[in-house]
């Protein structure tokens, strides 16, 4: 690996002590040639310094968003520059993806696992989406869970016999639709009296030997919960 040019991003002084030492005890073709504490310490930085890898903790001052914000910046004025995100925002999982969206190489979560030579290694020789293992741990169980969720899904329209429109008309009634909205939208070619029958239809499939008189929409709505006929994570409104 030839020699590559750092600036360390982290507000917590021992933190940077110890990711300066790690880098020079670790990765001796690291030279770290800025560090920085504050956003305006970075930016100012960043106006002369050249580095080829930022090391950018996102929690600066108490604030979560200025690092991601930082990442995206360098991303769209340092188009060479790789920025490997190391952090303590262990359970914050929407802004892993806020960081990724703005350009991230990597995330190094600290939980007690020290960032490694071979992460860094990683990142620099060009590969994206660089974590450690205890971020591959949650992305895991996430991706598990997602797709044990999809076949679920899968497996309760066929067994109750679910079609594309019956989906569309629940998911539209859970996102609070009328039914005489529901028939404005785009590719949904039934009227209101037609929509009543299929939510008739959809109670007696959803409710075998239940009280079907007294179901309405919203109790067939939380039914299709149950049975993981709609996705709570992916409610989405079609085009209208």
Same mark, same amino acid.
């Given at each position: 690996?030839?020699?590559f040019?750092?600036?360390?991003?982290?507000d917590?002084p021992?933190?940077?002590?110890? *990711?300066?030492?790690?880098?020079?005890a670790? %990765?001796?073709?690291?030279?770290?040639?800025? *560090? &920085?504490?504050?956003e305006?310490?970075?930016?100012k930085?960043?106006?002369?310094?050249?580095?080829?890898?930022?090391?950018?903790?996102?929690?600066?001052?108490?604030?979560?968003?200025?690092?991601?914000?930082?990442?995206?910046?360098?991303?769209?004025?340092?188009?060479?520059?790789? %920025?490997? #995100? /190391?952090?303590?925002?262990?359970?914050?999982?929407?802004?892993?993806?806020?960081?990724?969206?703005a350009?991230?190489d990597?995330i190094?979560?600290?939980?007690?696992?020290?960032?490694?030579?071979?992460d860094v290694?990683?990142?620099?020789?060009?590969?994206?989406?660089? /974590?450690?293992?205890p971020?591959m741990?949650?992305i895991?169980?996430?991706f598990?869970?997602?797709?044990?969720?999809?076949?679920?899904?899968?497996?309760?329209?066929?067994?109750?016999?679910?079609?594309?429109?019956?989906?569309?008309?629940?998911?539209?009634?859970?996102?609070?639709?009328?039914?005489?909205?529901?028939?404005?939208?785009?590719?949904?070619? !039934?009227?209101?009296?037609?929509?009543?029958?299929r939510?008739?239809?959809?109670?007696?499939?959803? !409710?075998?030997?239940?009280h079907?008189?007294?179901?309405? &929409? $919203?109790?067939? #709505?939380?039914?299709? !919960?149950?049975?993981?006929? $709609?996705?709570?994570?992916?409610?989405? &409104?079609?085009?209208?």
């Amino acid at each position: 690996m030839d020699n590559f040019k750092v600036v360390i991003v982290e507000d917590v002084p021992l933190e940077m002590k110890g *990711t300066e030492g790690l880098l020079r005890a670790e %990765v001796p073709e690291a030279e770290i040639i800025g *560090t &920085a504490q504050t956003e305006a310490e970075y930016l100012k930085l960043m106006k002369t310094a050249e580095p080829d890898l930022v090391l950018l903790d996102l929690g600066l001052q108490g604030s979560t968003t200025i690092g991601v914000e930082l990442c995206r910046n360098t991303k769209a004025e340092h188009k060479n520059v790789k %920025v490997l #995100v /190391f952090t303590g925002e262990i359970l914050n999982e929407k802004l892993w993806v806020d960081v990724l969206d703005a350009g991230a190489d990597g995330i190094i979560l600290k939980t007690g696992e020290m960032l490694t030579r071979t992460d860094v290694i990683n990142v620099m020789s060009g590969k994206k989406y660089v /974590f450690n293992q205890p971020i591959m741990e949650v992305i895991v169980n996430n991706f598990r869970n997602s797709i044990s969720g999809e076949i679920l899904r899968q497996e309760a329209s066929i067994g109750y016999s679910i079609d594309e429109y019956d989906e569309r008309f629940l998911r539209h009634l859970a996102l609070g639709y009328t039914k005489e909205q529901i028939t404005g939208l785009r590719g949904m070619p !039934f009227g209101v009296k037609s929509l009543e029958k299929r939510q008739a239809d959809l109670i007696q499939k959803l !409710f075998p030997n239940g009280h079907k008189q007294s179901v309405n &929409a $919203l109790r067939l #709505v939380t039914r299709a !919960f149950q049975l993981h006929i $709609l996705d709570p994570q992916n409610l989405e &409104a079609d085009e209208e």
